[in-house]
Every structure is written in C-alpha cells, then in structure tokens.
C-alpha cells in the first residue's frame, strides 16, 4: 500500500496525537477520516483482487493439464501475494511435475504447505506440561524429603453388580416345539 504525500502528512498527525494526546482542529479531524476511508477501501480493493485470483486459480486448475502454463503463471503470482497452496494445487502439481517449473512450485508449494500446517498446530497446542504443585505427589513433595508424605486414603471400591449368569442356550426342540398330527374332524370321529 503506497500514500501520497498529503496522506502520509495526515498520517504522521494522526500518530502524534496518538502518542502525545492533545485537542484536533476540525479540519485535521476531516483528514483523519478521510484517510481512514482510503485505507478502509484500499483494503477492500485488495480482499476483491485477491477474491478474483483464488477464482481464476481455481478454474485454470479445472482446466489442468491443458491450462498448465497459465496455472503455473497464477500460482506463481498467488503465492507471492502470500497464498496457502491447497491439498489440490499440491495434487494438480503432482500430476504436472515432468514440467520443470511444475516441479519447482511443488517443491515451494510443499514447503510452504509444511510451514502452514506447523504453524496452525503451534497455535492450538498449549505450551509445555509442568507437574501439578498443589497435589501430593508433585514437585514440591519431592523437594523436601523431610516432610512425611501422605498416605493416600484408601477408600473401598464400589460395590459392582455381579454379572449374571449366562442364559442357557435353548435346544431346536424348545424353540419349535413337535408339531402335533391334526385332529380328524369331529364327524369322522364320532362315526368310527
């Protein structure tokens, strides 16, 4: 981000007050805001040029392997501009590598990849464990050998419901019972 003359003036103004705090006249108020403003839209013009590369960096690798020479081009510039490669630029260049410039943005692109993902996991894993000082046990319990440690109560274990005995595995004939032969009818029955 470049400032002209006149805003690097405002610039400077606006930081002295900051660390010297006094009243603003009017106008040295204006120029602050006004400056703001240009910042504010020089970012946002900065996040929509940025929008439109990540997209034409993404179809130029749909393309792939006909587009290679632009996607590499795009890349390029991408990654200049601070860009992540992606778990596809990384496999698209893999599938591109017999280009030397291809194998060079691989090599860059793992690098760069690699650095990433230690630094994301640096960021969510907490510092180093150290011993609980309070608790029996801890560094302080070792370091002062002429204190009696504390015998752990033992406390009984909860009683546990005894496991059933299993349940005996039923035979054929007490899951289907003998068929039994049908009755004649009773008219049948009653002229024998």
């Known amino acids: 981000m470049a400032f002209s003359a006149d805003e690097l003036r405002v610039l400077r103004r606006a930081l002295a007050v900051a660390l010297h705090p006094a009243p603003l006249a009017d106008?040295?108020?204006?120029?602050?805001?006004?400056?703001?403003?240009?910042?504010?839209?020089?970012v946002r013009?900065?996040?929509?040029?940025?929008?439109?590369?990540l997209a034409d960096l993404a179809r130029y690798r749909t393309a792939l392997p006909g587009s290679a020479p632009g996607y590499l081009e795009l890349l390029q510039d991408a990654l200049a501009a601070g860009y992540d490669p992606?778990?596809?630029?990384?496999?698209?260049?893999?599938?591109?590598?017999?280009?030397?410039?291809a194998a060079a943005l691989l090599e860059r692109c793992r690098r760069l990849a690699e650095h990433s993902v230690r630094a994301r996991l640096a960021a969510v894993t907490p510092g180093p464990r150290t011993r609980l000082l309070a608790l029996p046990g801890g560094?302080?319990?070792?370091?002062?050998?002429?204190q009696p440690r504390p015998q752990p109560k033992s406390?009984?274990?909860?009683?546990?419901?005894?496991?059933?005995?299993?349940?005996?595995?039923?035979?054929?004939?007490?899951?289907?019972?003998?068929?039994?032969?049908?009755?004649?009818?009773p008219a049948a029955r009653a002229a024998g």
Request: aromatic share 2%; net charge positive.
């Open 139 to 146: 560094r302080a319990a070792a370091q002062d050998p002429t």
């Open 86 to 101: 992606t778990p596809d630029d990384l496999a698209a260049l893999r599938g591109l590598r017999a280009l030397p410039v």
């Open 45 to 53: 013009e900065a996040n929509r040029l940025r929008a439109f590369l």
């Open 155 to 185: 406390e009984p274990a909860p009683a546990r419901p005894q496991p059933k005995a299993p349940r005996p595995i039923p035979t054929p004939g007490e899951v289907f019972p003998p068929r039994r032969k049908p009755l004649p009818p």
């Open 27 to 42: 106008a040295d108020v204006h120029d602050c805001l006004r400056l703001a403003g240009s910042v504010d839209e020089a």
